[in-house]
């Protein structure tokens, strides 16, 4: 069962376009949803986070649109470069009780072409 | 370097041999969390253990891998008689508390292959 819901499974965008990376999620129960940028051989690192009272959250060029009553969220990149480059993982977890797990989607591979 | 420290970085094993992978968490950080990823997949979540503790271990596989995080020294992942399909990158993160920010901090990750 995949709690989390990720597309597209790869994305190419000129530099300076607008990526955006979507994410689908079925337990009404998570209240927490990060995203996470990954380089070839590198561990995951936290980009953004937003939780459920908001609607959209602005980090940089980095912006997480949230939207409760779907339960989907997105993650958009503006002014894309090509050091943006790499894999993104959208996650989701329980943070109230239980070990907080996350729960990762399967993860998409940008390239951002100069 | 502060951050999440994991060896070995890379680790090859014939089937049936065991595999050990060490993690050591941040400065300060008491709460450990085992995640494996498979080529092309997202992580799977395995383990979180804090000191002395195994808290949740729901996505560990019921045979063969085991867990541990003593007072003393780094988290340690033990798989026994190592199969191809434990051919896999192995990552570790930490946490200050109970994640109630919810940020895991995560180490670069042990690559097992399995012969």
């Known amino acids: 069962q995949q709690q989390v819901k990720q597309s597209p499974q790869s994305l190419i965008v000129q530099k300076g376009g607008i990526p955006i990376i979507n994410c689908a999620y079925e337990n009404t129960a998570f209240d927490y949803f990060p995203w996470y940028q990954q380089f070839p051989g590198k561990g995951p690192a936290l980009l953004i986070a937003?939780?459920?009272?908001?609607s959209e959250k602005k980090e940089g060029r980095f912006t997480i649109s949230f939207n409760k009553s779907a339960k989907q969220f997105s993650l958009h990149i503006m002014d894309s470069q090509p050091g943006d480059s790499a894999t993104y993982f959208c996650?989701?977890?329980?943070?109230?009780?239980?070990?907080?797990?996350?729960?990762f989607g399967k993860g998409t591979k940008l390239t951002v072409n100069p | 370097n502060a951050g999440v420290m994991q060896n070995p970085r890379h680790l090859v094993r014939r089937r049936g041999q065991e595999a050990r992978l060490r993690c050591s968490p941040m400065?300060?950080?008491?709460?450990v969390y085992w995640y494996r990823q498979l080529p092309e997949e997202g992580l799977k979540f395995m383990v979180y253990?804090?000191?002395?503790?195994?808290?949740?271990e729901s996505g560990m596989p019921k045979e063969r891998f085991s867990a541990e995080f003593p007072k003393e020294g780094p988290s340690i992942l033990r798989i026994q008689q190592v199969v191809r399909g434990d051919s896999a990158a192995y990552f570790c993160?930490?946490?200050?508390?109970?994640?109630?920010?919810?940020?895991?901090?995560f180490g670069e990750g042990s690559r097992l292959t399995v012969l």
């Open positions: 937003i939780r459920p009272d908001v």
């Open positions: 996650a989701a977890s329980r943070m109230k009780g239980g070990s907080e797990k996350l729960v």
């Open positions: 253990l804090q000191k002395e503790n195994i808290i949740d």
């Open positions: 400065k300060g950080h008491s709460h």
């Open positions: 993160a930490s946490s200050p508390r109970v994640p109630g920010a919810g940020e895991l901090f």
